[in-house]
């Protein structure tokens, strides 16, 4: 191991760039706060639980529950959330499509909205919903499009949304997520299961047993911060012991990255450097030398895999392509020595190797190849199944790693009607059009409508929207291309908006609806996803504010107006409801977890359930293939898919490949006209796009006011760009504005602009510059393939340099332009 460690090293692009992180995010909490005027409450977020001061009806201060030893900064950004003066205040409507009663296309997106009556915002909004199953169908109406909404197991927006529509009539839905689309569609095919959203070998086997942890793309230290439900942050704990283990030597970690992220200037390990999107000839270099130097583990791939000799014999240049895939040739494309990848691969069976990969190498075009590949490599190394070897596709999401207390976590308000209720309109007739798509490729039904195309195994007919509803929603952050957006969006009559703050997203609607935030009333969550640590009360610390309302609320007042609010509420107020949702937690619990009664629960404001034991991700199957096969058509680990080779897509074959991209950067296509690669990965400051509307928190780090640009020192010199100054970010597709942060951590042609910053165009014209900076402003809007049809936001190649001229206002947040 010593002497391999540092050797296939030399070389690397880039230099140790001083830490970003320091002890603080680490350290421990500070004890419970002092008691100090006012009332102190308990609530959660997906950044963690607190308490919180309230005094004079407002909320006066936040400290983080004393159970979280490891809080995230970004506790400090919920007060601005709450205060923001990008806070949905009141019913709103577009002017034009208001005043004119037409769709008027041209001017959507020019922020004009007029001020109406929560009465009239709703009869609005049931009108359109009637008026389009009457004149169109349920093929006509799209209410698929769902995010992270905010914590709470009750107030889950997406939930109320899709329960409301559903009493009154069919809509097209989706499939898959932004975040993991290409993982989740081809890794059931090779490992039987997502993976993505699994529990992982616990970390603490990982420490134990591991010689060497490759973080391929993945950035835990960073994504751990926040959560699907109330995170926990008890992953940080494994993380200070890695440190340690790295300084002392006794694991040997290696960072996979196009740039030295925030885990690496953390753990001080070593950093291997990759030209951006060739995670997969690299890998296929390191599976020549492991099978040419007799390094695999044989007896492992005859045993418990299918398909190897069809995958090896793509690598040795006899099939397909016919070039033999040598770490020369491996060399070329990804920037790393052929010498480079031979000791690399000779380290991976040196000891016991975990490999953990991030999810931003499958949000690139082919992105189902690195994930498909890396689960070759894990095989042929031969410890899937062994406490520390393997493969995890999701030990940066969530706290998963950290053991399950097996704690049942309390369900949700019902997403779906009632079994034998119908809607107001039960017809299922989709006018031949599909009713269900991938979730990335609405925005091309609005392009194509009636185009037909592939889709894991069946052909997807794109629909003819005329209606969108979003509800906690902001595809004006998460989907790629804002100028395509413009466009596709003419063709809409009528887009509903449910939210607490003024995204683009409510910018581009018609209807705008005011909800409160998750803190302004009451429910409860999980405390810690795949942990299983504890229940939260959130106590609602505030009455909404404005004129905001919950979820339930609106949709019991819309639902009303059809005769359907008692079936949508069950009879049950929002009390009765958080109530129980406790008391089914608390039977499907019984036996294993004593919980109190109801109140005595809601005046303590969290329950705490330890921790569980360690567990082996795949142990069961290594045990025993036959017994506890994989989901797999075979049950086997499937390095050849004969399922996926019969379908006969062009940039999904029946094993790995390495498809070249649209483009790619340092000499690949499309690196001519526009030099460098547009790393557009999840924030360190929010999640996503939420609290970006947090005005001092957003302040603690934008340049100038806008999003920042990471950018390597010689490239900045090369364009006469310093250290705040502006710059104009641009490519065929867009251009926006952003704050230049001059960084070593970035190698040369690499620059980044976190996605989440929110889209301030200048006006509605197509090309419009971006104000504030939001990365999608220049992203493809590409399938990953015929697939997962997922999206490929990390395939981009932009160019940038210094603004000059009078520096447009930032138009990205503070609400609507208000008309009388």
Request: proline share 5%; glycine share 10%; net charge negative.
């Amino acid at each position: 191991m010593a002497i391999t460690r540092r050797s296939f090293l030399k070389g690397a692009a880039g230099s140790t760039a001083a830490a970003l992180i320091g002890p603080s995010l680490l350290a421990s909490a500070s004890a419970s706060a002092a008691e100090t005027d006012g009332t102190w409450k308990t609530s959660g977020s997906h950044w963690g639980a607190f308490r919180a001061r309230i005094w004079g009806g407002k909320v006066q201060e936040i400290k983080p529950l004393d159970l979280d030893k490891y809080p995230t900064d970004m506790l400090n950004g919920i007060q601005g959330i709450i205060y923001s003066p990008s806070r949905v205040r009141y019913p709103m409507v577009r002017l034009d499509w208001f005043k004119k009663h037409k769709y008027a296309a041209e001017t959507r997106g020019n922020n004009r909205f007029v001020r109406v009556t929560w009465d009239e915002a709703l009869d609005l909004f049931y009108r359109e919903l009637e008026r389009v199953q009457k004149d169109y169908g349920p093929w006509a109406l799209h209410t698929g499009q769902t995010g992270w909404r905010m914590t709470g197991q009750f107030h889950s927006c997406t939930n109320h949304m899709m329960r409301a529509m559903g009493l009154h009539g069919y809509s097209v839905k989706k499939v898959g997520d932004y975040s993991t689309g290409a993982g989740q569609t081809i890794l059931p095919y090779v490992l039987g299961s997502t993976e993505v959203y699994a529990q992982g070998t616990s970390w603490e086997l990982i420490l134990e047993n591991s010689d060497n942890i490759i973080l391929w793309g993945n950035d835990p230290v960073k994504n751990l911060q926040v959560g699907w439900t109330c995170e926990t942050h008890q992953s940080y704990a494994y993380l200070e012991q890695l440190k340690q283990k790295v300084a002392k030597k006794e694991i040997n970690v290696i960072s996979v990255d196009p740039v030295k992220n925030k885990t690496q200037r953390y753990l001080e390990n070593d950093h291997l450097y990759l030209n951006p999107q060739t995670d997969v000839a690299f890998m296929l270099g390191l599976a020549h030398t492991l099978y040419n130097e007799k390094l695999y583990d044989k007896a492992f791939i005859d045993t418990y895999c299918l398909g190897f000799d069809n995958f090896i014999g793509y690598v040795q240049g006899e099939t397909k392509d016919k070039v033999e895939k040598t770490p020369e040739w491996a060399a070329q494309i990804c920037g790393v020595s052929a010498d480079q990848i031979r000791e690399f691969a000779r380290m991976l069976v040196k000891g016991r190797t975990q490999l953990l990969f991030g999810w931003s190498v499958q949000r690139q075009e082919h992105g189902e190849q690195p994930y498909w590949m890396g689960a070759v490599l894990a095989a042929m190394i031969g410890q899937i199944g062994l406490p520390g070897g393997g493969i995890s596709y999701g030990h940066h999401y969530s706290g998963i790693g950290v053991p399950s207390t097996g704690f049942a976590a309390p369900g949700s308000f019902p997403l779906n009607i009632d079994q034998g209720q119908e809607p107001k309109y039960p017809s299922q007739d989709f006018n031949g059009y599909s009713r269900v798509i991938p979730v990335a490729r609405w925005v091309d039904s609005l392009m194509e409508p009636g185009k037909k195309i592939n889709s894991n195994g069946s052909v997807v007919t794109l629909p003819d929207l005329k209606m969108m509803v979003f509800s906690g929603n902001n595809p004006w952050q998460h989907h790629q291309d804002r100028n395509r957006m413009k466009k596709a969006f003419r063709s809409l009559q009528t887009v509903v908006a449910i939210d607490f703050a003024w995204t683009a997203t409510c910018r581009f609607s018609d209807i705008v609806l005011p909800a409160c935030t998750q803190w302004e009333r009451n429910d409860i969550d999980g405390y810690g996803a795949y942990s299983g640590h504890g229940l939260i009360a959130m106590h609602k610390l505030v009455d909404p504010l404005f004129q905001s309302k919950t979820d339930f609320d609106i949709m019991t007042e819309l639902t009303r107006r059809w005769g359907r609010s008692e079936d949508y509420t069950r009879g049950m107020t929002e009390m009765e409801w958080v109530k129980t949702l406790y008391n089914n937690c608390k039977e499907a619990n019984e036996g294993k977890f004593a919980m109190p009664e109801f109140e005595e629960f809601w005046e303590l404001g969290h329950l705490n359930f330890g921790v569980g034991k360690p567990w082996v991700r795949h142990a069961d199957f290594r045990e025993d293939p036959e017994i506890n096969a994989l989901g797999t058509p075979s049950g086997f680990i499937e390095i050849t898919s004969r399922t996926i080779g019969n379908m006969g897509y062009q940039f999904c074959q029946e094993h790995p490949m390495w498809f070249e991209k649209s483009e790619r950067s340092h000499g690949g296509p499309g690196s001519d006209k526009h030099p460098f690669w547009l790393q557009s990965c999840h924030p360190d400051k929010r999640l996503h796009s939420q609290m970006c509307e947090s005005e001092a928190f957003r302040a603690t780090y934008t340049v100038q006011g806008r999003e920042p640009i990471y950018i390597n020192p010689q490239d900045a010199k090369t364009k006469g760009v310093k250290d705040g100054d502006l710059v104009r970010v641009f490519n065929d597709r867009g251009q926006l504005l952003a704050g230049a942060v001059i960084t070593d951590s970035y190698a040369p042609g690499v620059v980044r602009i976190e996605e989440g910053a929110w889209y301030g165009p200048l006006n509605e014209k197509i090309g419009a510059i971006d104000t504030y900076g939001d990365p999608n402003t220049l992203t493809q809007d590409i399938p990953t393939s015929e697939l997962a049809q997922a999206t490929s936001a990390n395939t981009c190649q932009v160019d940038f340099e210094k603004f000059k001229g009078d520096v447009p206002p930032v138009t990205a947040f503070g609400g609507p332009i208000e008309v009388a």
